[in-house]
């Protein structure tokens, strides 16, 4: 095609990073630089949405020197990675732990994040792999380093020293890669793959590890998980919820595409992957259980989470990548819908006149949801719901992507994977519950009613709405998917 063909089709991707270069313009030349840009944000945001919507019509393929791949694979992850954006952006919008003079450098940064998240599901060569990864990268040591506590400094720091380890790692695999196979291209890769020797084979298979621990990175899969908990607890909530999603969607999606590109070598590399997987949700729950920090908690079960969406990827089959997908679009909704609560109660006033108890009211501790029911209901209602469906529970949204993805596991015979999951949800039903046992049966002193604000109520009520509704009608999901494929 056309270059103008491409950069019609790739049209979102163009507003995102429009959008992101004017924010950030407005934000250190404008006197009202707020309502400017959150202005400028959402009607970005609106027109990528609707020119995602378009592009949607026209046909696919590849795109730029077949550099990228806009395919319905794409398709689905870069609605996933628009979405993220949307509701971190309503975050974003009244957090108290993002310094005001800087909101606007925050909002262009998510866009540039969202343009990365896009471009790793689009990746069809190992260059703009690794490009696309080191643009969510930068922005990501960025938007955790934004919060005015010490500890933000510190995540940032140690976020930034392990990924770009984990990035030179990478680019080692790739050149591997590429010396064994003379080319970059995941379509060229797979033939080559076809005619090598024996020896050529065994290093072939030295660079896929190399190049899946990059990956692995990314979505926080046991053993390049260190990171995370030290990186969701010194981060704004908002870039918190983010990093639990996005990265997480499109590593998976650019896993995927390594997968297809390595595909004569697979069998030498399932093993090994499905061992991982069993360890990285196992150790998530276990660690979990025993957390009093709620952002460190569940940066231990976004790991556990992570375990879970490799099931849909080891399988190998395409009753996994469906289970996969509708999992993802669950995860997004209930992983933020729980952040989006955290945020409200951390950000949580001290009675006036009154000084509380540090523990008591507000903070990142668990005893800071103790009678949140008689707080905020509804907030604690929707906490409930998010938990309960993170945990697997029927009849909301969690409940059919976990269905799916062990059925999947035990169709592709994989049992004792399935057994694995079945018992790891078990264990993280613990931990989710206690939450709900503190907003709802522990005993609390009386306060006030909690204020919550607009914003942070609409990311609460589209994510409730959203885990319930397809948790009620999954088949909505399921024709929405086919309907891109």
């Keep these: ?34 309502h400017v840009t959150s202005l400028i944000f959402w009607a970005t945001w609106c027109i990528a949405a609707g020119s995602l919507w378009f592009v949607q019509l026209l046909p696919h393929g590849a795109a730029f ?19 993220s954006v949307g509701l971190v952006g ?24 969202g343009v990365g998240l896009m471009l790793m599901a689009e990746a069809n060569h190992l260059l703009m792999a690794y490009l696309s990864m080191e643009l969510v990268s930068l922005g990501s040591y960025c938007l955790v380093g934004l919060s005015r506590d010490a500890r933000s400094s510190e995540a940032a720091l140690k976020y930034f020293l392990f990924g770009a380890l984990v990035s030179g ?16 291209s995941f379509a060229e890769i797979w033939n080559a793959l076809a005619r090598l020797n024996e020896l050529s084979v065994r290093v072939c298979v030295l660079a896929a590890a190399l190049l899946l621990a990059g990956l692995a990175f990314k979505i926080s899969m046991v053993p390049f998980h260190l990171w995370t908990p030290d990186a969701y607890e010194g981060a704004p909530i908002a870039v918190t919820a983010l990093l639990s999603v996005g990265p997480k969607a499109a590593g998976l999606a650019l896993v995927l595409r390594v997968m297809v590109a390595l595909g004569p070598m697979w069998e030498r590399l399932a ?8 360890v990285t949700m196992t150790l998530g729950n276990v660690v979990a259980v ?29 009753v996994g990548l469906e289970a996969l997908l509708v999992y993802l679009v669950a995860y997004l909704f209930m992983n933020l819908g729980a952040f989006a609560c955290v945020q409200a109660v951390c950000q949580e ?20 949801f103790r009678g949140l029911s008689r707080r905020a209901p509804a907030l604690a209602a929707s906490l409930a719901v998010f938990l309960l469906s993170l945990a697997g529970l029927p009849p909301l949204a969690g409940f059919i992507g976990k269905f799916l993805l062990f059925g999947a596991a035990v169709e592709a015979h994989h049992p004792f994977l399935a057994l694995a999951a079945v018992l790891n949800s078990a264990v993280a039903l613990a931990y989710y519950v206690n939450i709900i046992r503190l907003m709802y049966v522990a005993e609390a002193p009386e306060s006030a009613p909690m204020p919550v604000a607009l914003s942070i109520r609409a990311a609460v009520a589209i994510c409730a709405a959203a885990t319930i509704g397809l948790g009620l009608w999954p088949h909505l999901l399921l024709e929405w998917l086919s309907h891109l494929a």
Aim: proline share 4%; charged share 15%.
């Design 1 to 34: 095609m056309m270059l103008g063909d491409d950069l019609l089709r790739w049209a979102p991707e163009l507003w995102l990073s429009a959008g992101a270069l004017l924010l950030l313009l407005a934000s250190v030349t404008t006197r009202r630089a707020r």
């Design 90 to 113: 309503l975050l974003l919008a009244r957090a108290s732990d993002v310094d005001p003079a800087w909101r606007g450098e925050a909002l262009g940064l998510l866009l540039m994040v």
């Design 271 to 278: 093993p090994t992957m499905v061992l991982l997987t069993i």
């Design 169 to 184: 790692i990478m680019l080692f695999g790739m050149s591997l890669l590429f010396g064994a196979t003379g080319t970059l």
């Design 290 to 318: 025993s957390q009093r920090n709620i952002k460190r908690m569940l940066a231990y079960s976004t790991i556990a989470q992570a375990g879970y969406l490799l099931i849909g990827f080891v399988v190998n089959s395409n």
């Design 349 to 368: 006033p001290a009675p006036a006149g009154e000084e509380a108890a540090p523990q008591a009211v507000g903070g990142e501790s668990l005893e800071a």
């Design 65 to 83: 020197s077949h550099l990228i791949l806009l395919d319905s694979l794409s398709s689905v992850f870069r609605w996933l990675a628009l979405g």
